[in-house]
């Protein structure tokens, strides 16, 4: 009987060893392509993008080698590469090209093969081209994948497909978001998808929303919002938001002399007010600022890091 | 006997794809980090990473530091301008740093620290020099201290004079504390690579600085590993030699395992086979794994081993 198992053993380990093996040169070849043919090809097919961005934009241009192996990737790359790094870029000619060359389909069909994250990553060039409604309704499944990554490319993915809904949909978005995240959402938002109109977002009762609100916030340095963030931090059901909120008065540089700071300042634990001590010093807030904020016993530190601080005195 | 054997031999093949399965699950994370560029810009403002650096002096390396797009991230060097007085010179003229003004810090009292300087160029103000004697019984563990007691942020990432960051392992460790709530992580290391952990700054002052065992006061729950390298050596000059002759022995080790299974399954002697053929898969995943390593470090050789050697080797990086 165990002569068996080992048999079943052998022959079941040759094929995993010859898998590796397989794998190892599959790769080998894959990498030298990449270095080589790839390479070349992905910067003929920028040049010849850039040139019929650059030129009257009316016919599809024409790329070389297209229909070889592994061509239709490479110039999804090109095309979502330009898309992510241009800001108000009319993308008719682009939107043409991917129907012309059914780019959109390349990819959807990637994401239907590939698993993890490299269905996100499929998922990720997907949301940079200029894709049409259907693709929006073919990758709604994976906004309930169990990868994060696919979760959120796909919603990228019919945020940049319908601009008009994309706040009904990171609302109804059944997960919370992440620091990183609200970031690319960030990113999004550069690239024109979402509207810049902060108010409805801090208005809403969606906490996803609610952060990507406070991100435009810091991140465009809106003074006006300073009454909603307080109410935020007052806020102790979502102390995390709170927090955040607090973060965001902080890169403002606005009072924090206010009620509300005080009493979420008193509910912090030791080692959140240090770090809050911090960012406050590294915004440049006075040592009487924080006199009156914190306790009698945390003086030193403060005194120490406000009067030590590098920023001050480069 | 032989069902034991057997057993070992299965753990070994099992343990042997979970490894590999682990590294491309983290390269193709990795790859996929690179296409998302918020992370790394100005967007992302939740966390902040303070780089600790002893016996960092060459520019390259300062350099290679100061690359990173992350804006909540300084490097701290920590040099003694007694001890290595060109070196100190050659940073401080380089990168027009000027002395300015630290208090003793509160967190660590017991540190000496000379003097801070920092830089007046606008693409290296995240760069602060740490002027610090360094005795005779100079160990990283103190530079650390010193470092950390004049970091900003919350995180800290100490690196030695023979490590290396890779360029976007800063973007990657802001991305993996991005994904869990704030201030549940507080340890992150890399099974891969050469020696590196991001620390939270608060476990680190709970163990009384870098120099004790302070990776016992971190619950299971807050450390995460990851299998993609974050930094590699640059004391191995002959790293690029040593890759090739050991890609071709790990390959010669696959086929000679596989030829010497056939061997003895020819004449019947099933269980002799077992052992050879486990080699050949034990060594075709290695080599796997490093292709997937090398890839993700842009191509320059990175030992999957160099992690647990360091650890062995050097008792000074006891606790990184």
Known sequence: MIEQFYIVYTLCAAVLACGFSVGVVGAAVRERRRTGRDARLRTEYLHTLMLALGGDGTQVPYFPLFGRFGSRRLLCEAVAGVVAITYGLNDGLLRRIVAHYRLDRRMLRQARRCRGYRRAQALAVLACLPADESVAAAVAPYLRSRNRYVRFHALAVQLSVDPSHALQRIGDYAYPLSASEVAELMALLRRGILPLAYGPLLETRSLNLRRVGLAIVRQFGIEEAEGRLLQFVADTAHPALGREALYALCSLRRSLLRREVAVFITEMDARERRALLRCMALEGYAPTTMQRLFEEAERPYYETLVQSYKRSLA | ?320
């Open chain 2, 1 to 320: 006997m032989k069902t034991v054997l057997l057993l070992v031999l299965c753990a070994v093949v099992a343990a042997a794809c979970a490894f590999v399965g682990a590294v491309l699950r983290g390269r193709n994370k990795r790859l996929l980090l690179g296409r998302m560029h918020g992370i790394g810009s100005s967007l992302s403002e939740e966390f902040g990473i303070s780089v600790l650096c002893s016996g960092v002096g060459t520019p390259e390396c300062i350099e290679a530091l100061l690359k990173s797009e992350y804006t909540r991230f300084e490097a701290v060097v920590v040099l003694d301008a007694a001890g290595a007085s060109e070196a100190f010179a050659r940073l401080t003229a380089r990168y027009r740093m000027i002395r300015v003004e630290w208090r003793g810090s509160q967190e660590f009292p017991e540190i000496v620290v000379r003097s801070l300087w920092r830089s007046r160029r606008r693409s290296c103000r995240r760069l602060v020099l740490v002027d610090r004697p360094q005795g005779p019984e100079f160990a990283p563990a103190d530079d650390w201290n010193a470092a950390a007691a004049v970091a900003a942020y919350d995180y800290l990432l100490p690196v030695d004079g023979r490590t290396c960051l890779l360029p976007d392992a800063v973007t990657r460790l802001v991305a993996e504390l991005g994904e869990h709530p704030y201030g549940t992580v507080a340890w992150v290391r890399s099974y891969v690579g050469a020696a590196v952990s991001l620390v939270a700054r608060e476990a680190v002052l709970a163990a009384g600085g870098f120099g004790a065992d302070w990776r016992r006061g971190i619950g299971r729950r807050n450390r995460i590993g990851l299998w993609e390298p974050l930094a590699y050596r640059t004391d191995r000059p002959h790293a690029a030699k040593r890759c090739r002759y050991a890609t071709w022995g790990l390959g010669l080790l696959v086929v000679g395992g596989l030829a010497a299974a056939a061997t003895a399954t020819a004449s019947g002697r099933w269980t002799l086979a077992a052992v050879p053929v486990t080699a050949a898969v034990v060594a075709g995943a290695v080599l796997r794994a490093r292709q997937a390593v090398m890839r993700v470090a842009g191509g320059r050789c990175i030992s999957i081993w160099e992690c647990k050697k360091s650890l062995l080797k050097n008792s000074q990086y006891r606790g990184i």
